[in-house]
């Protein structure tokens, strides 16, 4: 009776370790292209940094890097915002492993990208 109970505590603590590793891997830089319902269309570039719950970093923007600010992590899913020109903008995220789908508003304005892991030469 005592074997199928060690058996599942391992599982779960595998549960556990694996998520968290999971996670860990959105360390680094990740791109994608924002196309608005304009046609416009924005490159992205973030440098994500995980630490525990907290998620810092930059985001590139045409002025230069700007700082992650009020960056958390929940599961798979995180939120942050940057601030451009004085304008607030938060983006909600989910980490899917091999890409991140991130919902970008400002304002009123909603938009959708998908971002992969960046190359680095």
Known sequence: M??????FTFLLICCFFTGFATIES???????LL????GDEYP??????IDGDQL????????????INDGKITGNTFTF???VNNMEIDHTGKFYGDSVGVDIS???????????KAVTP
């Open 44 to 49: 992205l570039l973030y440098n994500f940094k």
């Open 106 to 116: 400002l304002g009123d304005a909603k938009s959708h990208a998908t971002l992969i």
């Open 81 to 83: 915002n940057v601030m």
């Open 35 to 38: 196309k608005t319902d304009h």
């Open 56 to 67: 810092t970093g930059t985001a590139k923007t045409p002025k230069g890097d700007v700082p």
């Open 26 to 32: 959105l360390n680094g830089k990740w791109q994608g």
């Open 2 to 7: 005592k074997t199928p109970k060690i058996i």
